[in-house]
């Protein structure tokens, strides 16, 4: 396992991480599932682990916080808060008010008295950077957490961000996890140059691509991933984004295959290839998956191999952008832009 400083907070972390998103109800993985698939790698050498509140309603956090009892001090344990924990409207966002109380709420199905990275699961834009920012301060000096960062963020408000920090004199976000894989590349156009001018460490989700990069899926075969049960729109063939995400693939498992590489270390190792990511966070189900990816620990790509990725798809493309989650409100929502 290769570590590397997160951002510049000094803390080392591996460059993979351990993503919780499937422990629960999402993927089906029991508390023994998942007590074992984190003591497998703690034993390997990871030592991030990420969840967040809204995963399996709350069940992820449970199962991470009984998994890791008695390891405590070996693990990076971040989570994240601001989506949707209940029908409340209020029980959700960057509030004050409600980040006081996910953070609570965090902590007790956790298990622990604090959390080494607490993240924005997302930009709130109906809540001040100031008044989210203050409050995580305040939480921050009281000894809750240690350091905040955020989660998909575009890149202008990273900037935006790290400007009202300095100025009014408040922590900063130390890390952003964004969407990056081979398919969906277009962070390298603006977040990616952010990020690294801030010196944030970034933590990089789906670098799977959802299961497009896993080997699972190919021309002329059944696609036989667990996510294509709930997210049917993000592998049917008949669009044309699937189609092309179809093509890279099949391009893709002949340079693994040149190359002597299985198709996920051949998706991992391009990820953590980039000078500004930190890790990239995976989300095994089960054991035979996390095996799988743990082969690509120490997989480093030659130049040759990143340049064969580059004539497939081309750096700063994304073969499905509307799937990233970060389209700004405004042309999401008619009322921001019309008047």
Request: proline share 4%; no cysteine; hydrophobic share 40%.
């Given at each position: ?144 957490i240690r350091y905040f ?32 894989s081979i398919l969906q ?24 691509a959802s299961g497009w ?127």
């Amino acid at each position: 396992m290769r570590y590397r400083t997160l951002g510049r907070t000094g803390v080392q972390v591996s460059t993979l991480v351990l993503g919780a998103m499937n422990f629960g109800r999402i993927g089906n993985t029991t508390q023994e599932d998942a007590t074992a698939i984190v003591g497998a790698a703690l034993d390997a050498g990871i030592n991030l682990i990420d969840t967040a509140d809204v995963y399996s309603g709350g069940q992820s956090e449970e199962m991470v916080g009984k998994a890791i009892a008695g390891r405590r001090d070996d693990v990076v344990l971040a989570t994240k808060a601001t989506l949707p924990m209940g029908d409340d409207r209020n029980q959700r966002g960057g509030s004050r008010r409600w980040l006081i109380t996910a953070l609570e709420n965090s902590l007790r199905r956790l298990g622990v008295d604090h959390i080494d990275l607490y993240q924005m699961h997302r930009w709130d834009p109906t809540t001040s950077d100031e008044e989210t920012l203050s409050a995580l301060t305040d939480q921050q000096r009281a000894g809750k957490i240690r350091y905040f960062g955020s989660s998909t963020f575009p890149a202008y408000r990273i900037a935006q961000a790290q400007w009202t920090a300095r100025e009014g004199r408040l922590s900063p976000y130390v890390t952003e996890q964004p969407n990056y894989s081979i398919l969906q590349r277009g962070i390298e156009t603006h977040v990616l140059p952010a990020t690294q001018d801030y010196g944030m460490g970034v933590l990089a989700w789906s670098p799977l691509a959802s299961g497009w990069l896993s080997g699972a899926i190919r021309a002329g075969q059944e696609i036989s991933t667990n996510r294509a049960e709930f997210m049917r729109q993000r592998y049917d063939i008949s669009i044309p984004a699937n189609r092309a995400k179809l093509d890279a693939v099949e391009q893709l498992a002949t340079v693994a295959d040149e190359t002597a590489l299985s198709m996920i270390q051949l998706a991992l190792g391009f990820v953590t290839a980039h000078p500004g990511v930190t890790s990239a966070i995976i989300g095994p189900r089960t054991m035979d998956h996390l095996h799988s990816q743990l082969a690509a620990a120490d997989t480093v790509l030659s130049a040759d191999v990143l340049d064969a990725i580059d004539a497939i798809v081309a750096p700063g493309v994304d073969l499905a952008a509307h799937e990233k989650n970060d389209t700004p409100p405004a042309l999401l929502e008619p009322a921001l832009r019309r008047r």
